[in-house]
């Protein structure tokens, strides 16, 4: 009996070893601040429930047994905007941004792609004035302590779509930090077509 319970807490031992992820209960957007408190505008996407905080993606949701291995073209099919600010330029780059995200991963971008993409800009801030990334100290003012803004900010939201069935098979919400707007806007691009990528 002994030696039966040693194994098993060697074996549980070693599971926690290899994937300490794995018994981390995953926050729900619907039950986060952000949601909570309306911290950024929400609202493209219609239905919240089911999306998770993701490993690279910051919130998804995956519809179960979901593979995009076999969708071998994308469409943008249009992208919006619902955020506080508006940006014309970052609107129209980033589809594509898109096209070349997914591209770069072997997925043609078409007219007729398999896998529809619907998005619209949720953040697009040249600073992210929520953030901070340090302080510094004013030399000459009284030992006075600034705050730093954080880099700009591009936010998303996106669904994706089965072209064959209309069956809407992912949701993601998600921003990215860069240098400037356009950077932070391929970034955004590129996270999602890696979470494709990944999930084959």
Do not use: C
């Not at 919006?80 to 898109?98: C, E, L």
């Not at 064959?164 to 077509?193: F, Y």
């Amino acid at each position: 009996m002994k030696r039966l319970f040693y194994s098993a807490s060697i074996m549980f031992s070693i599971l926690l070893l290899l994937s300490p992820d794995a018994f981390a209960k995953k926050e729900k957007f619907v039950e986060s601040d952000e949601y909570k408190e309306k911290k950024a505008p929400t609202g493209f996407i219609k239905n919240y429930e089911g999306m998770i905080e993701g490993k690279d993606i910051k919130w998804v949701y995956l519809k179960e047994g979901v593979k995009f291995g076999k969708y071998n073209s994308v469409k943008v099919e249009s992208f919006g905007s619902i955020a506080n600010k508006s940006n014309k330029d970052i609107q129209k780059d980033i589809r594509r941004d898109f096209d070349v995200s997914f591209e770069r991963i072997g997925k043609k971008a078409s007219d007729s792609g398999t896998l529809i993409i619907k998005g619209a800009l949720y953040k697009v801030e040249e600073y992210d004035v929520g953030k901070k990334i340090g302080t510094s100290f004013i030399p000459f003012a009284g030992g006075i302590v600034s705050r730093t803004q954080g880099n700009p900010t591009v936010g998303v939201e996106i669904i994706l779509i089965d072209a064959a069935t209309k069956e809407e098979i992912a949701r993601i919400r998600h921003e990215a930090q860069d240098s400037s707007l356009s950077s932070a806007a391929a970034e955004v691009a590129d996270d999602v077509a890696n979470f494709v990528r990944d999930n084959k």
